[in-house]
């Protein structure tokens, strides 16, 4: 790895860090490099609160406030260039004066959109962008689908037989061990919301919380022909991101549609010799991992 892509994946790893709070906001994180050495770093926080870029120049000690003319600001997604609730971090960098400053990717939200390089390179910055551009868009894709596309990141999910099966003739059928159970409730923390048909919410009266791990339970959503889902009203609710957990044709309404995003499938080492088929996977649909707990098969897949 060249030295940009080390001190940006420093700056993909506090990232993350803000996973559970930034939301709505996305996912920043900012590294200050000077003379090969990390003097400031820091991540967003909290919505409404300082970005990465204010929390990096704060950690820089009063003593290493002279580098800043020969350093360079790492940040894994463009510095804002407007006013919201704070300050623009573009003005911010500009004033401290560095060097250069070194961008993961462009930020697609509409306020932003290249304005924030545009402001430092007309302020004589030498600025380079797209260091782990891919991860650095992975790693807020839900925030990018949602402003890019105007709906939520759409995630499908679903646990199967060996031989392709949901259930058994029609009845629930335990396909989850309990440690891949406690992974659904981790998913469902991680989400702004749930979604299942009516059948599926008649038939088996699904809790769709979270129990088995910590964080807030994700907005519960039943649709039917008379309640269909409206992804305008999410995109107006703030909702950037939705699991789809069944039945079958609530799952095959959003493969037909092509609404989605990612698909994770669970299959348990059990047959049955008849039930409701599991919906097919999408040809575009590109496997991102695969993983085993317990006896049981954990793949992702995102759009090729």
């Known amino acids: 790895m060249t030295n940009d892509e080390i001190y940006m994946q420093r700056c993909l790893q506090l990232a993350r860090n803000g996973q559970q709070n930034a939301h709505p906001n996305p996912m920043v994180g900012a590294v200050i490099v000077s003379n090969g050495r990390i003097i400031g770093e820091g991540y967003h926080v909290r919505c409404g609160q300082g970005h990465a870029e204010v929390n990096a120049f704060a950690s820089v000690r009063p003593d290493d406030e002279p580098l800043l003319p020969q350093a360079t600001i790492y940040v894994s997604l463009e510095p804002c260039s407007h ?18 400053v070194v961008v993961g990717c462009i930020d697609e939200f509409a306020e932003v959109r290249g304005r924030g390089i545009a402001k430092l390179r007309n302020a004589g910055i030498e600025v380079t962008v797209g260091v782990l551009e891919e991860e650095c868009k992975l790693l807020n894709r839900r925030f990018f689908t949602f402003h890019r596309a105007r709906r939520p990141y759409i995630i499908l999910k679903w646990a199967q037989t060996a031989n392709g099966f949901i259930d058994n003739h029609g009845q629930p059928l335990a396909i989850s061990t309990p440690f891949t159970k406690m992974l659904s409730h981790k998913l469902r923390a991680e989400e702004d919301a749930i979604l299942v048909g009516r059948m599926t919410d008649e038939r088996e009266h699904p809790l769709l919380n979270v129990r088995e791990w910590v964080g807030e339970a994700p907005k519960r959503l039943v649709i039917d022909h008379q309640h269909p889902l409206n992804l305008e009203s999410l995109h107006a609710h703030n909702v950037q991101s939705l699991i789809v957990e069944g039945g079958a044709k609530t799952l095959r309404s959003f493969i037909d549609q092509d609404l989605w995003d990612e698909i994770r499938v669970e299959t ?8 409701t088929p599991a919906p097919p996977v999408p040809h575009n649909a590109q496997v991102t991992s695969v993983a085993h707990y317990d006896g049981n098969q954990i793949i992702l897949y995102r759009r090729a």
């Open 268 to 275: 348990a080492p059990i047959t049955v010799d008849g039930g």
């Open 83 to 100: 006013y919201g609730k704070t300050p623009p971090c573009a003005d911010l960098i500009i004033k401290k004066g560095v060097r250069r």
